[in-house]
Nanobody, 123 residues
Framework: HVQLVESGGGSVQAGGSLRLSCAASGFTSNGLCMAWFRQAPGKERTPVAS?????????NYAGSMEDRFTITKDNAKNTVFLEGHGLKPDDTAMYYC????????????????WGQGTQVTVS
């Protein structure tokens, strides 16, 4: 299994920005699809964005997430990042990093490995 460690969550005022990090380890394949999902209290876990770690694939975003979120990566450090800008109270959620095969889509069941989550609160 891939081990994932998220960091960077916290509290931010509406309109502010935040950067989340997810470091991956324990994998031997040549590449992974890494994704960010989020889950607000009482709601389903929904996708934000994904990116291929280990190659040059373009990022994928769910719906209008690209308007305010940017996913990037550092292949050398096996780390992906999620930056949020112009955050709104509706962005308040637990944000989860996930790892899956290169063919993984922006669908939670394509990802077998998950981090512990990091809380983002926008007020």
């Amino acid at each position: 299994h891939v081990q994932l460690v998220e960091s960077g969550g916290g509290s931010v005022q509406a309109g502010g920005s935040l950067r989340l990090s997810c470091a991956a380890s324990g994998f031997t394949s040549n590449g992974l699809c890494m994704a960010w999902f989020r889950q607000a209290p009482g709601k389903e876990r929904t996708p934000v964005a994904s990116i291929y770690l280990g190659g040059n694939g373009k990022p994928n975003y769910a719906g209008s997430m690209e308007d305010r979120f940017t996913i990037t990566k550092d292949n050398a450090k096996n780390t992906v990042f999620l930056e949020g800008h112009g955050l709104k109270p509706d962005d308040t959620a637990m944000y989860y990093c996930a790892a899956g095969p290169p063919s993984a889509r922006l669908w939670r069941y394509d990802y077998p490995d998950w981090g512990q989550g990091t809380q983002v609160t926008v007020s």
